[in-house]
């Protein structure tokens, strides 16, 4: 082990220019993750009923502290998946240095253990950065947390690396430098994932059936149960349905298109349908739990405008609502960064091929529509159960609350939509360096 951290360290330093994005991406994630763990932990520390001049009163009573940690702690989710879309782009940038490691007696798996060490270098030094800017935080605003919340900062510093490092090793469990520097996928994707999530929804589900007969149901609240049940088999029905229906084009598509970018982009649907479900996986999520928040926010907004609270009472639910919102909007565009770099990771992976189409005529314009439309198409599908999902919540909820059912959440897959294909459109950039006949000297 000491080897391989030596090792890693070496390539680290000795990164080239083109490497200090992925780096930095790494380290921006690392920061952004020690930064929601540290709040939840200084959050969590508090005890007891206290008086916070922040929030309108939300951080006073232990109850709305433990669902402002909760909101914390999930947002780490979409962090973790977005350090899992670097480690994998970081392998395909490094595959003629693992190609030599192999070529010097290196393992599959010791190559994939120093890439992971290398990202756990790096989070290292955005966990230590987010922790110095939570510090001088800390002293500006006069808060002096106690000791046993200093040991959690400490302990959170310290696990964000080694978390990135095993998201790291699983992001690259499937990937293996060969000697004859390629890069290779093993044990493909068809969808086990979405199903054994599904499973987990469905056994929820029951769950809260059960309760909701049973008199202990009373003091567990099912509804809670149902709603989480909902959430994740909407999610994964509509990972699977991003996989199904993009192999379903893909076969189509390839026998009728007419247009070149429909057919290129219909040909590697068909060769990989699976790889947009993993890129679009997190983002899914956020749009179901999206969809439902705006609609819920809608009744509850009513509801509230109904009771004829007072200014100061009102802004003690208005905030939560818009905290609420706030952990939404950054999750997803968490989930939009990782689209990002899932585009430009399979760019980074197809730049033979695409070298050599660019050799053979075709304009950069048709790779570009191509590429655009392999994020387009799985997205619409999976997009619309999402919203659907996410509208069996929020219509549930409306009709317990006997409040109005809004319609703008049937927006939100639109717009969500629309902002997948700007994020796709970031990496197109990338796709005119790598699409150029010159790359055609290192294949």
């Known amino acids: 082990m000491k080897a391989d951290i030596r090792i890693a360290w070496i390539l680290a330093r000795g990164s080239e220019r083109r490497e200090w994005w992925r780096i930095s991406l790494t380290l921006l994630g690392a920061l952004l993750a020690t930064g929601f763990a540290l709040g939840a932990a200084t959050v969590a520390a508090v005890q007891g009923q206290v008086s916070i001049p922040y929030a309108h009163g939300l951080l006073d009573r232990p109850g709305e502290r433990a669902g402002v940690v909760l909101t914390l702690v999930l947002l780490l989710i979409p962090v973790l998946g977005f350090l899992g879309q670097c480690a994998r782009i970081g392998a395909v940038h490094r595959r003629r240095r693992m190609a030599g490691m192999r070529l010097a007696g290196a393992s599959p798996a010791q190559v994939r253990r120093i890439a992971a060490v290398e990202s756990a270098l790096a989070c290292l030094a955005g966990s230590s950065a987010g922790f110095a800017a939570f510090a001088v935080l800390l002293a500006v605003a006069g808060h002096t947390p106690p000791p046993v919340a200093w040991a959690g900062f400490v302990v959170v510093v310290l696990a964000v690396p080694v978390v990135a490092a095993l998201v ?125 928040f705006v609609g819920v926010r809608g009744v509850l907004l009513a509801a509230l405008g109904k009771v004829g609270y007072r200014p100061v009472d009102l802004a003690f639910y208005t905030t939560g609502i818009d905290l609420a919102g706030a952990a939404v909007l950054v999750a997803l565009a968490i989930s939009l960064c990782g689209l990002a770099v899932g585009t430009a990771e399979s760019l980074a992976t197809r730049r033979r091929g695409l070298a050599a189409q660019a050799a053979a005529g075709v304009p950069h314009t048709i790779l570009a529509r191509a590429t655009l439309l392999e994020t387009a198409v799985p997205l619409a599908p999976a997009l619309l159960l999402a919203g659907a999902g996410g509208t069996v919540v929020y219509v549930a909820y409306a009709t317990v609350a006997s409040g109005p059912v809004p319609l703008l959440p049937l927006l939100v897959p639109v717009a969500v939509h629309a902002a997948c294909l700007l994020a796709a459109a970031t990496s197109l950039p990338l796709l005119r360096r790598v699409a150029h006949p010159a790359e055609l000297r290192f294949t």
């Open 168 to 292: 790291s090793v699983f992001a690259l469990r499937h990937v293996a430098a060969s000697p004859l520097d390629r890069m290779r996928g093993t044990g493909p994707d068809r969808g086990r994932r979405a199903a054994i999530v599904s499973l987990l929804a469905v056994g929820l589900i029951a769950a809260a059936g059960l309760l909701h007969l049973s008199p202990a149901g009373r003091s567990v609240k099912p509804l809670a149960l149902l709603v989480l049940g909902v959430v994740l088999l909407t999610g994964a029905g509509s990972i699977w349905a991003a996989g199904a229906f993009a192999a379903f084009m893909g076969r189509r598509l390839t026998l009728r298109a007419k247009s070149p970018a429909v057919l290129i982009a219909a040909s590697r649907l068909a060769h990989d349908p699976w790889a947009a479900a993993r890129t679009h996986a997190a983002l899914l999520l956020v749009t179901v739990v999206g969809v439902a």
